[in-house]
């Protein structure tokens, strides 16, 4: 194992966050703390309590999610965009490193950085809301397996993506409402029975539903489910990259 | 001479379907300084780019001191530094960090010594802490071979390294060239300055179309492609060659005043006592004779240009 060549992309990738600090984790933050004034806020007089939670405690570990999950995208993206779009990629494809050390090196700095971002935005909220964690040692999990796995899928998208457009796209059109009808700020116990049914092919319905679970115990689907759904969501993205690096998909042809 | 680098019948068809290399055989020697020549568009970056393992290859295989590319990679790589034609860099890091991460890429101990002495000897040791996008254009070109350098490389690829570099410069990289050939790297570089391969090459290859035309040592490839020239000067201006004269390859130069002969050294007869003869008979006189051998840049056009 090229231990050396991990940690160069990694120390590279973080670099790049120390420098763009304000987009990295400055405005992820200012934007969750608009959603706590919309939604906690102005809903949240409305709708009092959900599963004995009241609303601004209940909608913390969505709103969460929702910056984790699409920051981990956009981070992990651009982060393998950039280098295929300015050519420096030459040089990670003529080194002696195998395909899981480029990833382990990219997704790593990628999750990383929207790790700190969601106990950030955890910190953030504990000041305006009262929070409780039930099961930190869970909590931590989803958290990292969000994290890795939506990295992953956002290194995929840099590299299937021959466009800025293309890259914005995903993350907008797929990821941000998925994510908001995943139930980061409602139960899904809320909707009609039909929508509840159409909300169980939705992936972020799982992950949502276990990393609240960890603070509250509260959940829509069953925990073991939502691990299931997380881990087979985590393989499938592996197995992706594994096929691009043996075929060289937009990268050696 | 033992081979550090063996490519054998090796095509690239790019998924637009345009094939760029058509079943190169090509073998580098260890240790040696090759310059691979072509025009545009011959296929000179792409057959480096498999080498380096930057393309799939389409069909055939590469050596690499004896490892496969694409199987044992991690050898064949490690032994490789490529300096790429493009000038591509991450604009926002600066000098040290950049050339730093390089050598970690390629799994090598962080050695600060190591880089400085680099560094230095490419003149960009006062540049270490400045940001790449505040260098010249040339300065960059040179960040890129110390990146290529910094991981102590066995193999240096450098493709058209002196592009857009000033003469001064230029002359300071073939020193730094030769010096690392006499460390024992092996080093292949291609170029359009033909005078850069003259200077440099202990031997050519010419590419044209995907093909290798032709690899010979330079001198050979002088001798044996040279076609030499004959100057007569003439001591009455001609205004046109004499019919009797018309058997030979002649051109007339200075207003009439010289008498051009082209003649190939490899022929069996290079004709010469038949034309003095013949200038003889048809009266006509001169004052001097001089021949010269025409550079490698006219052997080139004429490989490149020969219909094949
Ligand atoms: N990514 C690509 N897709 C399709 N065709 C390509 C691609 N890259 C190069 N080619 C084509 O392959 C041929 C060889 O290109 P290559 O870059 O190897 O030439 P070269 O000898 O390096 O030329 P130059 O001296 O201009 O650098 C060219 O005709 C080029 O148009
Ligand atoms: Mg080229």
Redesign the pocket.
């Known amino acids: 194992m090229n231990l050396r060549a991990v940690r160069a992309i990694y120390l590279f990738e973080m670099n790049r966050t120390w420098r763009t600090i304000a987009q990295s984790i400055v405005a992820p933050v200012v934007s969750t703390v608009l959603y706590f004034v919309v939604f906690g806020g102005a809903i949240g007089s409305r709708i009092t309590e959900v599963d004995g939670v009241s609303y601004g405690t209940f909608i913390v570990p969505g709103l969460i999610m929702l910056s984790v999950l699409t920051q981990s995208v956009a981070n992990a993206s651009f982060g393998i965009y950039i280098p295929r779009f300015t050519g420096t990629i030459y040089e990670v494809l003529s080194a002696p490193i195998t395909f899981f050390e480029i990833v382990l090196g990219y997704v790593g700095a990628a999750a990383t950085k929207s790790i700190i971002l969601g106990l950030i935005i955890l910190g953030t909220a504990s000041l305006i809301v009262p929070l409780h964690v039930a099961h930190p040692f869970w909590m931590m999990l989803f958290l990292v397996l969000t994290a890795v796995t939506f990295s992953l899928l956002g290194f995929i998208i840099g590299i299937w993506a021959d466009s800025f457009e293309k890259l914005q796209v995903v993350p907008l059109l797929v990821i941000t409402p998925l994510a908001f009808l995943g139930g980061s700020f409602y139960s899904i116990n809320m909707l009609p029975p039909f929508w509840q049914t159409v909300t169980l092919f939705n992936p972020m319905v799982y992950l949502i539903s276990g990393f609240r679970w960890s603070f509250y115990e509260i959940a829509d689907v069953s925990l073991e489910v939502s691990l299931g759904m997380v881990t087979l969501f985590l393989v499938v993205c592996l197995l992706m990259i594994r096929w691009i690096f043996k075929t060289g998909y937009r990268l050696k042809d | 001479m033992e081979s550090i680098i063996s490519v054998s019948h090796l095509s690239k068809t790019?998924?637009?379907g345009?094939q760029?290399l058509k079943a190169v055989d090509l073998d580098i020697e260890k240790g040696e300084i090759f310059a691979l020549l072509?025009?545009?568009?011959?296929?000179?970056?792409?057959?480096i780019g498999i080498i380096c393992g930057i393309l799939n290859p389409s069909e055939g295989s590469v050596h690499v001191g004896g490892h496969d590319i694409i199987e044992d990679f991690i050898k064949t790589r490690s032994m490789i530094g490529l300096v790429p034609?493009e000038l591509t860099t991450d604009t926002f890091e600066t000098v040290w960090t950049t050339v730093n991460f390089s050598r970690g890429l390629f799994g090598k101990k962080a050695d600060p010594k190591h880089i400085e002495d680099l560094l230095r000897k490419l003149s960009l040791w006062e540049k270490k802490d400045s940001r790449i996008m505040a260098l010249s254009g040339g300065m960059k070109r040179r960040v890129m071979i110390a990146k290529a350098l910094s991981h102590e490389p066995k193999v240096l690829f450098l493709d058209?390294p002196t592009a857009g570099v000033d003469v001064e410069l230029r002359k300071d990289m073939w020193e730094v060239v030769k010096v690392l050939r006499e460390s024992g790297v092996t080093i292949i570089l291609?170029t359009?300055y033909i005078e850069e391969a003259e200077e440099m090459a202990d031997r050519i290859g010419v590419?044209n179309n995907?093909e290798i035309v032709l690899v010979d040592t330079k001198t050979e490839l002088m001798r044996k492609l040279g076609t030499k020239q004959l100057t007569v000067e003439l001591h009455q201006a001609l205004d046109s060659i004499p019919a009797a004269l018309a058997a030979h390859d002649l051109e007339l130069a200075a207003d009439g005043t010289q008498l051009v002969y082209t003649y190939d050294t490899q022929a069996e007869r290079t004709g010469i006592t038949s034309l003095l003869n013949e200038l003889n008979q048809a009266g006509i006189k001169f004052r001097d004779l001089s021949t010269s051998q025409s550079s490698l840049e006219d052997i080139f056009v004429n490989l490149v240009k020969r219909p094949s």
């Open positions: 790019y998924a637009g345009f760029a072509g025009p545009n568009g011959a296929g000179k970056t792409t057959l034609q058209e291609t359009h590419i995907g």
